[in-house]
């Protein structure tokens, strides 16, 4: 038996209610405990926080951080990490490269460094999933698991289609056990399809996908209702057809409407806010307020925002369209990875700039967001990275929404246009700490479902960072004094003292056994692997913990 | 876990290396049969082979290609030594020590080769790179490297082989030989397969060869063009310019020796497929040009989906050279060439490459994983790698092994070992081991190795000063 004690700390719990209070918070074998209540109680170490700010770990919800897609941008763009500073190998830890992408040490490095203990890939193909955990088994220290594509899986459509609600959810349950994956994931819904059999795009949720007759509508419906039945800890997680496109905001809103009452999280919801043509960048706006408006009223919707920061980065997706359509707009390198019947994939660099109209107002966009949700434990911080940017650009976020005149400062330099063009610059609200810990941790631990996480209450995992109080906010959040990872201090003053390994979240809900005759007879009159050969063996995770369904 | 397993036949799933069903001492006389058994010789990864085992001997590799059955039947049990250090036999245990002793002494050590091995064991081997401060370079540098300079260059529009089996309606097979280099390649994903959009199989498909000659693979394709030799390059930006609708004249015919009513033909057909494929091998990647030539034909690809859909894919070789490129990449941000001794990665192909390093006589030790360079690099790199104490893990006693210092003999990946390998198209598939070696596996031997090294690294005070105070990672 271990034991921490943090002792005199500015206790940030939003879970828990805790606004600010001093106070200590106790650590035995991993996990926050009560605090002893005889006098003069002793842990076998004690961290002095007198003074800091004292957060539960930071929890990532939407990120690319492994897999075949994020891999493939690593080998795709070495000039991205030439320029950057890398992580330097020592006495304890790997090296690696950063950049938009980094290696897959040097991730878990960073997250650490940042205060962030938890993170979550929004994106693995089913047959990629082996891949993904050999990678998440080499970025240490953070905790972490990954979300399943099914938006384009042609099982998934084939039982919709043939209206089997049974087979769909026995199917999806089946392929979270097979991946040891942790959530279902629709990208552009029937779209990729589309994309995979000949070139196009879905352009609206009621398009047909030929071959299986089906529409992004019933797709969308489907998953939503087969996740909610199997009492998943996340519910469906949704990057809705026509990203990116001026004009998507009716996509979005009917995607929402489409749900009819099931739960759903509407991740990177910054790219699908536009207004306009979509035959004309120039006419480019946002259509936040009435999205952020459908969202403050009804309450089986999250979302997680994508915020655009103006750097080099590179678009990395599963929305293979999407690839083309940038390559096409940028005229930069292009990688495009379909997989047998279950996703696509598109990767392009890019970069965002204050001076371009577009890039301004997506960046705009993105804080209108986070400002006119009215309840932050609806709205999780992301930059759907490295799509909108590094999750390494988190603290100057934080620092954007605590300071509205550190906003206005960079309005002021992009176009003239973009005030105009959306209401960034009439809103004064500023985040609080309380509010910042909410979207940072707690918020998306609870969208997770992850009990154990996001905050510092008994059962919590021991996961804490503290903050130097600091009047430039930005510095304070890139800089943590300290950072607790189950207990172990894993980083002091910047450095990395402890290289833990972190485990692999993922599910595995119940289902009709029955099924897995249909579905393996699908399989082999269509993969090109053998169906004993697909699924994850539980040795490819290390220390993994099944959450459970409800 | 309170739930079920999916069931019998679907989750069970490939488990520890360990997964052998018996071991070889047990069951030296009985029969078993493994299935769905992985064959790692070629790039194709083959996860359908039904093994039969007699005592520590394949005696029977259903589904098997004639390379697979020669891989299969020639990896039995050899009576050596656990290892040779200077020549002499020794046990693993002293092997390791010596092992470790000559890489943490090096001061410009290269580890080189894993394109054979697990990506498990790959994985180890770039941490003890990453450890010692050394290069860490595959085989992919002296096979297509090229395509993956390439590929940095204009990108890559590609696809998993399901997708070629299911949906490819035109196949066009560039600089490779398929028939007798990945057998079972037409068979199983490229031609023969009806699909789910291609219900009829080969009659549903077009195939054109180009290559310099008219190799076996000729006679399973419906056009053939040949090529001028070290003119890959020339051909492809022709049929970039006929995409594009350029005109070109007959004076194409001398430059490729292809006409160009054919080139014309071709481009037509290529116009009309509803999916298209190019599958480019070596003979592409190490002609004239080299890079260049995989950069045309991935910029051709992507031309192509301004019409219709068209996917490129370089053949790879090696059983895991695919695995070895995700490997290194996921590690260190580079697939290749990866120099690690100023304490984080940097990448230069032709000057971190193992071919190069050691031509120049740079290299002061190496530890090679299932590579045999001194049977195929130059004369001044075999020279300089045979002047150099080195670290070599094979099966077999390879040229490489007979000069190492210290000279491992393993057990074999995908036949007495478990693991993983990254098929051509980065699929990774289990490997299920059909039976027992009394040799350690490459995972076991390099994982000694590591320990050894870090044991020593963490006991030496030294090292606290010179290397914590640079790192950090904010």
Same mark, same amino acid.
């Given at each position: 038996?271990?034991?921490?004690?943090?002792?005199?700390?500015?206790?940030?719990?939003?879970?828990?209610?805790?606004?600010?209070?001093?106070?200590?918070?106790?650590?035995?074998?991993?996990?926050?405990?009560?605090?002893?209540?005889?006098?003069?109680?002793?842990?076998?170490?004690?961290?002095?926080?007198?003074?800091?700010?004292?957060?539960?770990?930071?929890?990532?919800?939407?990120?690319?951080?492994?897999?075949?897609?994020?891999?493939?941008?690593?080998k795709?763009?070495?000039?991205?990490?030439?320029?950057?500073?890398?992580?330097?190998?020592?006495?304890?830890?790997?090296?690696?490269?950063?950049?938009?992408?980094?290696?897959?040490?040097?991730?878990?490095?960073?997250?650490?460094?940042?205060?962030?203990?938890?993170? @979550?890939?929004?994106?693995?193909?089913?047959?990629?999933?082996?891949?993904?955990?050999?990678?998440?088994?080499?970025?240490?220290?953070?905790?972490?698991?990954?979300?399943?594509?099914m938006?384009?899986?042609?099982?998934?459509?084939?039982?919709?289609?043939?209206?089997?609600?049974?087979?769909?959810?026995?199917y999806?349950?089946?392929?979270?056990?097979?991946?040891?994956?942790?959530?279902?994931?629709?990208?552009?819904?029937?779209?990729?399809?589309?994309?995979?059999?000949?070139?196009?795009?879905?352009r609206?949720?009621?398009?047909?996908?030929?071959?299986?007759?089906?529409?992004?509508?019933?797709?969308?419906?489907?998953?939503?209702?087969?996740?909610?039945?199997?009492?998943?800890?996340?519910?469906?997680?949704?990057?809705?057809?026509?990203?990116?496109?001026?004009?998507?905001?009716?996509?979005?809103?009917?995607?929402?409407?489409?749900?009819?009452?099931?739960?759903?999280? @509407?991740?990177?919801?910054?790219?699908?806010?536009?207004?306009?043509?979509?035959?004309?960048?120039?006419?480019?706006?946002?259509?936040?307020?009435?999205?952020?408006?459908?969202?403050?009223?009804?309450?089986?919707?999250?979302?997680?925002?994508?915020?655009?920061?103006?750097?080099?980065?590179?678009s990395?997706?599963?929305?293979?369209?999407?690839?083309?359509?940038?390559?096409?707009?940028?005229?930069?390198?292009?990688?495009?990875?379909?997989?047998?019947?279950?996703?696509?994939?598109?990767?392009?660099?890019?970069?965002?700039?204050?001076?371009?109209?577009?890039?301004?107002?997506?960046?705009?966009?993105?804080?209108?967001?986070?400002?006119?949700?009215?309840?932050?434990?609806?709205?999780?911080?992301?930059?759907?990275?490295?799509?909108?940017?590094?999750?390494?650009?988190?603290?100057?976020?934080?620092?954007?929404?605590?300071?509205?005149?550190?906003?206005?400062?960079?309005?002021?330099?992009?176009?003239?246009?973009?005030?105009d063009?959306?209401?960034?610059?009439?809103?004064?609200?500023?985040?609080?700490?309380?509010?910042?810990?909410?979207?940072?941790?707690?918020?998306p631990?609870? @969208?997770?479902?992850?009990?154990?996480?996001?905050?510092?209450?008994?059962?919590?995992?021991?996961?804490?960072?503290?903050?130097?109080?600091?009047?430039?906010?930005?510095?304070?959040?890139?800089?943590?004094?300290?950072?607790?990872s189950?207990?172990?201090?894993?980083?002091?003053?910047?450095?990395?003292?402890?290289?833990?390994?972190?485990?692999?979240l993922?599910?595995?809900?119940?289902?009709?056994?029955?099924?897995v005759?249909?579905?393996?007879?699908?399989?082999?009159?269509?993969?090109?692997?053998?169906?004993?050969?697909?699924?994850?063996?539980?040795?490819?995770l290390?220390?993994?913990?099944?959450?459970?369904?409800? | 876990?309170?739930?079920?397993?999916?069931?019998?036949?679907?989750?069970?799933?490939?488990?520890?290396?360990?997964?052998?069903?018996?071991?070889?001492?047990?069951?030296?006389?009985?029969?078993?049969?493994?299935?769905?058994?992985?064959?790692?010789?070629?790039?194709?990864?083959?996860?359908?082979?039904?093994?039969?085992?007699?005592?520590n001997?394949?005696?029977?590799?259903?589904?098997?290609?004639?390379?697979?059955?020669?891989?299969?039947?020639?990896?039995?049990?050899?009576?050596?030594?656990?290892?040779?250090?200077?020549?002499e036999?020794?046990?693993y245990?002293?092997?390791?020590?010596?092992?470790?002793?000559?890489?943490?002494?090096?001061?410009?050590?290269?580890?080189?080769?894993?394109?054979?091995?697990?990506?498990?064991?790959?994985?180890?081997?770039?941490?003890?790179?990453?450890?010692?401060?050394?290069?860490? %370079?595959?085989?992919?540098?002296?096979?297509?490297?090229?395509?993956?300079?390439?590929?940095?260059?204009?990108g890559?529009?590609?696809?998993?082989?399901?997708?070629?089996?299911?949906?490819?309606?035109?196949?066009?097979?560039?600089?490779?030989?398929?028939?007798?280099?990945?057998?079972?390649?037409?068979?199983?994903?490229?031609?023969?397969?009806?699909?789910?959009?291609?219900?009829?199989?080969?009659?549903?498909?077009?195939?054109?060869?180009?290559?310099?000659?008219?190799?076996?693979?000729?006679? $399973?394709?419906?056009?053939?063009?040949?090529?001028k030799?070290?003119?890959?390059?020339?051909?492809?930006?022709?049929?970039?310019?006929?995409?594009?609708?350029?005109?070109?004249?007959?004076?194409?015919?001398?430059?490729?020796?292809?006409?160009?009513?054919?080139?014309?033909?071709i481009?037509?057909?290529?116009?009309?497929?509803?999916?298209?494929?190019?599958?480019?091998?070596?003979?592409?990647?190490?002609?004239?040009g080299?890079?260049?030539?995989?950069?045309?034909?991935?910029a051709?690809?992507?031309?192509?989906?301004?019409?219709?859909?068209?996917?490129?894919?370089?053949?790879?070789?090696?059983?895991?050279?695919?695995?070895?490129?995700?490997?290194?990449?996921?590690?260190?941000?580079?697939?290749?060439?990866?120099?690690?001794?100023?304490?984080?990665?940097?990448?230069?192909?032709g000057?971190?490459?193992?071919? %190069?390093?050691?031509?120049?006589?740079?290299?002061? $030790?190496?530890?090679?994983?299932?590579?045999?360079?001194?049977?195929?690099?130059?004369?001044? $790199?075999?020279?300089?790698?045979?002047?150099?104490?080195?670290?070599?893990?094979?099966?077999?006693?390879?040229?490489?092994?007979?000069?190492?210092?210290?000279?491992?003999?393993?057990?074999t990946?995908?036949?007495?070992?478990?693991?993983?390998?990254?098929?051509m198209?980065?699929?990774?598939i289990?490997?299920?081991?059909?039976?027992?070696?009394?040799?350690?596996?490459?995972?076991?031997?390099?994982?000694?190795?590591?320990?050894?090294?870090?044991?020593?690294?963490?006991?030496?005070?030294?090292?606290?000063?010179?290397?914590?105070?640079?790192a950090?990672?904010?």
């Amino acid at each position: 038996m271990s034991s921490l004690r943090i002792t005199g700390g500015t206790i940030y719990d939003p879970a828990n209610g805790v606004d600010g209070q001093v106070g200590d918070i106790w650590i035995v074998d991993g996990c926050v405990v009560e605090s002893p209540s005889e006098e003069g109680a002793k842990a076998d170490r004690t961290l002095d926080a007198t003074g800091l700010v004292v957060m539960p770990g930071g929890v990532d919800m939407h990120c690319h951080i492994a897999g075949p897609k994020v891999n493939t941008a690593r080998k795709m763009i070495p000039e991205d990490k030439r320029t950057a500073d890398p992580v330097v190998r020592t006495r304890l830890t790997r090296s690696g490269t950063v950049g938009s992408v980094p290696s897959t040490f040097a991730t878990g490095y960073l997250y650490a460094g940042m205060g962030y203990t938890t993170a @979550m890939d929004a994106a693995v193909p089913p047959l990629g999933a082996r891949h993904a955990h050999e990678e998440l088994e080499d970025t240490p220290i953070i905790d972490k698991g990954f979300y399943v594509l099914m938006g384009n899986n042609h099982y998934v459509m084939k039982q919709i289609a043939a209206d089997e609600p049974g087979l769909l959810k026995a199917y999806i349950a089946w392929l979270l056990h097979s991946t040891k994956g942790f959530a279902a994931k629709l990208v552009n819904p029937g779209g990729v399809e589309i994309w995979k059999s000949g070139g196009g795009n879905a352009r609206g949720i009621d398009d047909t996908v030929e071959h299986f007759g089906v529409t992004p509508r019933q797709i969308i419906r489907g998953v939503a209702a087969a996740v909610d039945e199997l009492g998943l800890p996340h519910p469906v997680h949704i990057h809705c057809n026509n990203l990116g496109m001026p004009g998507n905001h009716a996509t979005t809103m009917e995607t929402m409407t489409s749900l009819e009452g099931h739960r759903a999280h @509407m991740t990177h919801i910054q790219f699908h806010s536009y207004d306009g043509d979509p035959d004309d960048q120039s006419t480019f706006g946002s259509r936040v307020s009435e999205l952020a408006a459908y969202v403050n009223t009804h309450d089986n919707l999250t979302v997680d925002v994508g915020q655009v920061m103006f750097a080099r980065t590179t678009s990395m997706t599963g929305d293979g369209p999407l690839g083309y359509f940038l390559h096409q707009v940028t005229g930069r390198k292009w990688f495009s990875g379909d997989i047998e019947m279950e996703a696509g994939c598109g990767i392009v660099p890019i970069v965002y700039k204050q001076k371009s109209l577009v890039h301004a107002l997506q960046w705009a966009i993105g804080l209108e967001w986070y400002l006119l949700v009215d309840d932050p434990w609806r709205i999780a911080m992301s930059t759907d990275h490295p799509n909108g940017g590094s999750f390494l650009a988190y603290p100057e976020i934080i620092s954007l929404l605590m300071d509205r005149e550190l906003r206005r400062e960079v309005l002021a330099g992009a176009p003239r246009a973009v005030a105009d063009r959306c209401t960034l610059k009439e809103l004064d609200r500023e985040y609080s700490l309380y509010e910042i810990a909410i979207i940072t941790r707690a918020g998306p631990a609870r @969208m997770l479902g992850l009990s154990h996480k996001g905050h510092l209450g008994p059962g919590a995992d021991g996961d804490v960072t503290m903050y130097s109080p600091d009047d430039d906010i930005q510095r304070m959040f890139e800089l943590p004094r300290y950072v607790v990872s189950r207990g172990e201090v894993v980083v002091d003053d910047a450095q990395i003292v402890q290289d833990t390994r972190g485990r692999t979240l993922h599910v595995a809900p119940d289902f009709d056994l029955d099924a897995v005759d249909d579905i393996q007879a699908w399989f082999e009159s269509t993969y090109s692997i053998q169906f004993r050969n697909y699924p994850v063996g539980d040795h490819y995770l290390l220390d993994p913990l099944v959450v459970p369904t409800s | 876990m309170s739930t079920p397993e999916p069931s019998n036949t679907a989750a069970s799933a490939p488990t520890a290396p360990t997964a052998a069903t018996a071991s070889s001492s047990e069951s030296s006389s009985e029969l078993r049969v493994i299935e769905d058994a992985t064959c790692t010789f070629c790039g194709c990864v083959c996860d359908d082979m039904e093994l039969t085992v007699e005592g520590n001997r394949i005696t029977k590799a259903k589904n098997a290609c004639v390379l697979g059955k020669a891989w299969f039947f020639n990896h039995h049990i050899e009576d050596r030594p656990e290892a040779l250090i200077d020549g002499e036999p020794a046990g693993y245990d002293a092997a390791m020590d010596r092992a470790a002793e000559i890489l943490l002494s090096a001061k410009f050590p290269l580890t080189y080769g894993l394109s054979d091995s697990t990506s498990e064991a790959q994985r180890v081997a770039v941490a003890i790179t990453d450890w010692i401060g050394g290069i860490v %370079d595959t085989t992919t540098s002296v096979c297509h490297g090229p395509s993956g300079i390439a590929f940095q260059g204009v990108g890559e529009v590609t696809c998993s082989l399901g997708e070629v089996k299911n949906r490819a309606d035109y196949v066009i097979f560039w600089g490779g030989n398929p028939a007798e280099s990945h057998p079972r390649h037409f068979t199983k994903y490229s031609l023969m397969p009806k699909g789910e959009f291609v219900p009829r199989g080969r009659k549903d498909r077009t195939a054109v060869l180009i290559d310099v000659r008219k190799t076996k693979s000729a006679k $399973a394709a419906d056009h053939f063009l040949q090529v001028k030799p070290r003119r890959d390059f020339e051909l492809a930006w022709a049929l970039r310019a006929l995409a594009h609708g350029l005109e070109l004249d007959e004076s194409i015919e001398e430059t490729t020796g292809i006409k160009l009513e054919k080139l014309h033909e071709i481009m037509d057909g290529m116009k009309r497929a509803k999916f298209g494929v190019i599958l480019f091998g070596m003979g592409v990647t190490m002609t004239r040009g080299k890079h260049l030539n995989s950069e045309a034909i991935l910029a051709l690809t992507r031309d192509m989906n301004q019409h219709t859909r068209w996917n490129a894919k370089p053949m790879r070789g090696h059983g895991n050279v695919t695995g070895a490129d995700n490997v290194v990449t996921w590690s260190t941000g580079y697939p290749f060439g990866v120099h690690l001794g100023s304490g984080f990665p940097r990448f230069n192909p032709g000057e971190f490459t193992a071919s %190069d390093v050691l031509a120049r006589g740079e290299a002061d $030790a190496a530890l090679i994983i299932a590579s045999d360079p001194m049977s195929n690099f130059s004369q001044p $790199a075999r020279d300089h790698l045979a002047s150099i104490p080195s670290v070599v893990l094979d099966p077999k006693l390879t040229d490489t092994a007979r000069t190492a210092a210290v000279a491992f003999t393993v057990s074999t990946y995908g036949i007495n070992t478990g693991g993983t390998v990254y098929r051509m198209d980065d699929v990774p598939i289990p490997l299920r081991p059909a039976f027992e070696s009394p040799f350690k596996s490459d995972l076991e031997i390099l994982r000694g190795i590591e320990s050894r090294i870090r044991k020593i690294q963490l006991a030496d005070v030294s090292l606290d000063k010179s290397d914590e105070t640079a790192a950090g990672v904010a």
